[in-house]
């Protein structure tokens, strides 16, 4: 069950102009199942993205970086589900060159200005024969208005659909900001990926949108983790149209640059928290926010610790309020000279620990209070100096072992 | 249920001259538990240990590391199970210091010849009069043979006593080394601890004995994993009585010292593996060992990402030959420059990846044949250099989330 999530409403989805989208039902591992999405940009529109850091990875994200480093015209993405095209070397990526060209075709465009998306199972060939023939379909169904269903198009083993929309004002004018996102582990049973697409009409410079990409991402999406694997297919991707009329944006701290980064940040981060929300077997959605590092750094290593910490996850499942747990992953977190007589933790407003040990005036059933919740947040001061850094995680279950190991049985 | 371990038997466990050992109930946390265990040492044993990593580390380590630092006449070990006294601040330390100072004055030894270790729940104050009332008990039953009975009286949630012997000859001489090991996660769900005690009478320069406890637990305890967590208590000590009457090994690289080593570390190791198949809710026991590496230390990295990686693990668990999650793993393992098409992987004697795909030859009914087994070895090539390193691992499976997530309530 995801945690406090809900599928979106398509009319709370504000087109963004310049974007029109379509879906299908190309049967790529399924019958009768929306797998493939084609996103159509108007001329003039910049595309940036950030992926995957794995050193194993897909066909498709070796296209997209190709493809946006030799050209600024991107027109078209393309996105199948039920087959990753990862693991499959030289053929894979002929199959993920051999969908750009084919799309490029029908849309009168290079083969070079569209980029090619794909998850699901690993390691198997992609049936590029079948995305093809589903293209007409899509094309076809390209309208403003198909964010929520592109959403549910993207889907592997997601529960819910994950979409956010924003409307800012800029200049006078009305600037959007729409995005979906799918995954529900960083990499899931054999299906990979996390994918988030985000587009807005924005005016801004062109030079501008891959820093802002990369910064939504720093903040968002890779701020996540549900069980720390690292898909060979993530993907995010920032669409600006600059079709909103506004006078454009020249820098991200100016004050237009600065709302419309905000605004961006915050759909990202919606989308972001949706899939841990959406996490395998999760039943609880953590905020780990470690204050007082001297770096963001060695913040970003105690989140982490604590986040990907099996003992600290099985906790929460528990409603368990295991402090020992969370004290020993910042312990091994990897800061070298930590003082453990400095540590400070909260679990939301309870003070659990205070010189690194228990807080004289804790008691066993206010954590237990905070730990039954739904949501929580666990706050560590490491007593070091002015950083901070927050990560967001859910908690690990049965379900989420059943869902992993019983897939493909 | 461990995997292919067994309870060992008193009358395989060769008494090491110069060490006795006594076990007594003290009612730490329950009644009718062996959970106190003394060992006494013969006047000129040399000791030396390698304790956790973890910033938050428990007062017995800190303890131990004083000791060891100041003395190089160690003379008795006191272990307790029940309580860590792991996030105790300066109270736990104190309390530390007086359970080597009572036990001291009843065998007549100075405080610091005593070195203490603790196991069990963390952030609760060690209850020191219970320990100290038992210690008259524990030492009347000093004995020699008591090796079996020691390793019973260290555990805590093992499912199994976890003791090793072996008998080399050197220079004429029958040497022993015999050991015993506790845990089964590398923090227990709230019951802290690794432990690893191994004893030789072997004739050795004292200064050999730092350098051969270190090359042994990098070759053993350190190679192990069950879910990533270190804990604060972590210890592993080696103890040298010079009691066998063999000419002094004064160099590890002679033939009498490699010798020496070689039996160390193959006890260590099967103490080492004996925890891993005790591992919390372990159905397999898998070897991890990766080739071709330019450095160790990568080999390192890639070995502990796939023995880290929950979806791994949980196809591990449901016997599903899941590729795609192994070279995933390897993909984010953090070697920068990897080359995905130079991999290769073998499960067992089944080569399921060549140059990072599938190899054509490979049928899913042979992974899926090793992967039923209840002992497993993945071997990755990186086809990088001539780099080697093994981990060893468990599975993960319902029975882990239940054991942690239920322990407390």
Known sequence: MPVNLQAPR?????PVAGVTLGIAEAGVRKANRKDLVVVSLAAGSTVAGVFTQNRYCAAPVQVCREHLA???AIRAIVVNTGNANAGTGADGLARARRTC?????????????????STGVIMETLPVERIEAGMPAALADLAPTHWGRAAEGIMTTDTLPKAASRQVQIGGKTVTITGISKGAGMIRPNMATMLGFVATDAVIA????????????????????????TSTNDSFLLIATHQAGHAPITALDSADGAALQEAVLAVSRELAQAIVRDGEGATKFISVQIDGGRTEDECKLAAYAIAHSPLVKTAF???DPNLGRILAAVGYAGIG????????????????VTQGGRH???????????????????RVNLGRGAASATVWTCDLSHDYVSINADYRS
């Open 10 to 14: 398509p009319e709370n989805l504000a």
């Open 70 to 72: 030799a050209s600024s």
């Open 101 to 117: 060209a084919t799309l490029a075709a029908m849309m009168d465009l290079q083969p070079g200005q569209v980029l090619p998306f």
């Open 206 to 229: 062109p030079e501008l949108v891959q820093p802002l990409v990369k910064a939504a991402a720093d903040a968002s999406f890779n701020r996540i983790t549900i069980d720390g694997d």
């Open 317 to 319: 499942f528990a409603s």
């Open 337 to 352: 000279d930590l003082d453990q007589n400095l540590i400070e933790m909260h679990l939301d407003d309870v003070h659990v």
């Open 360 to 378: 004289p005036a804790y008691r066993e059933e206010d954590g237990q209070r905070v730990m039954k919740q739904a949501e929580i947040t666990v």
